[in-house]
């Protein structure tokens, strides 16, 4: 780990892969691991309508809501909205999806570190229409 500042704007901004976002997603890299830390910090930015698919994270992950208005949904569980200043708390292992409200962008820091093998992610299927536009509790 170097110590420095890493400027705004250094890398492009990515569009995301749509296997494993629906909708329009940005993703800017904020912080890439660097050893012997395993942190990654990525600034995702869904237009209205996007989102993740289901997945799981490794060790978990820590979503923090910068501006707009969101939604998050642990399988089991209901929609929740989340909003600026809100922090999301994953579990490892746990299946759910982020993204924006039908109508707001949403933008959040994402949080996540690998585990001793190297995994981080595991990408699922998409949200279902009707599973994405239900009520937030
Ligand atoms: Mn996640």
Redesign the pocket.
């Known amino acids: 780990m170097i110590p420095r500042i890493v400027r705004a704007n250094e890398g492009p901004t990515k569009i995301a892969p749509n296997d494993k976002f629906v909708g329009t997603v940005y993703q800017d890299q904020v912080f890439l691991p660097e050893d012997p830390s395993r942190l990654r910090v990525t600034r995702v930015t869904f237009a209205p309508g996007g989102r993740?698919n289901w997945?799981?994270?490794a060790v978990g992950?820590i979503?923090y809501v910068l501006s707009g208005v969101g939604r998050y949904q642990m399988e089991g569980g209901p929609v929740e909205e989340i909003r600026p200043g809100d922090t999301v708390v994953?579990p490892p292992k746990t299946r759910?999806?982020?993204g924006a409200a039908p109508d707001q962008m949403m933008c959040h820091l994402?949080l996540?570190e690998s585990d001793d093998t190297g995994a981080a992610?595991d990408w699922l299927e998409a949200v279902e229409d009707g599973d994405y536009t239900e009520a937030p509790a």
């Open positions: 993740t997945h799981t994270h992950q979503l994953i759910h999806w982020h994402a996540s992610t």
